[in-house]
């Protein structure tokens, strides 16, 4: 089955897990670089890749909790959430659309693997890539992104699209990277 969502809307992939779980869509709207808060400027205004800007940032290394997911052809599809090893806090809801072809084994197969995110997949197997946000969010949690974040209700969240391009600029992966409720002291 494939989704109904619009191919190229800010909020790609996430639209692609909502339309096919039948959820109504979650309000979003897009932030300028220069106007999102912090921490989550430092955050998600950069060219980085999320999961060793989110280790350092949280002194710990993180692990995936994965939500659901699907596979179609040469595309994987991936919800899932980044947490830290030991206390299991979340630190970021990804929904991950993963262009397997563009990956040599044994890379495919770990990504398949559902135990680490991509980003650290990537950084370990040494293919050489660039992360290009496409748009800055913010995000009115619904009840599923409550449920999955452990939120409590009210809480605005912050997030990007982002794609991985590799050296001949051809998609990896297309992300969208929402970040819960940063505590105060997070990384100090």
Do not use: C
Not at 19 to 33: H, I, L, N
Not at 178 to 186: E, F, N, R, Y
């Amino acid at each position: 089955m494939t989704a109904t969502a619009q191919p190229h809307s800010q909020i790609q992939p996430l639209d692609e897990f909502y339309a096919r779980k039948g959820r109504a869509p979650m309000e979003f709207a897009p932030v300028a670089a220069a106007e999102m808060p912090e921490p989550y400027r430092t955050l998600l205004v950069h060219e980085r890749d999320m999961t060793r800007t989110l280790e350092q940032f949280h002194a710990g290394v993180i692990h995936l909790r994965v939500l659901s997911s699907y596979h179609e052809a040469d595309a994987y599809w991936r919800e899932s959430v980044l947490e830290l090893d030991g206390s299991n806090r979340a630190v970021e809801y990804g929904a991950i659309k993963i262009h397997l072809d563009r990956f040599p084994e044994p890379w495919r197969t770990l990504i398949l693997e559902e135990r680490r995110p991509l980003g650290g997949i990537l950084n370990a197997s040494g293919i050489r890539y660039t992360s290009r946000p496409t748009a800055h969010l913010r995000f009115t949690p619904d009840e599923f992104m409550t449920r999955a974040l452990h939120l409590k209700d009210g809480t605005l969240l912050y997030g990007r699209q982002n794609a991985l391009r590799d050296d001949s600029g051809h998609v990896l992966a297309e992300i969208i990277e929402i970040l819960p409720p940063v505590p105060v002291a997070a990384n100090r």
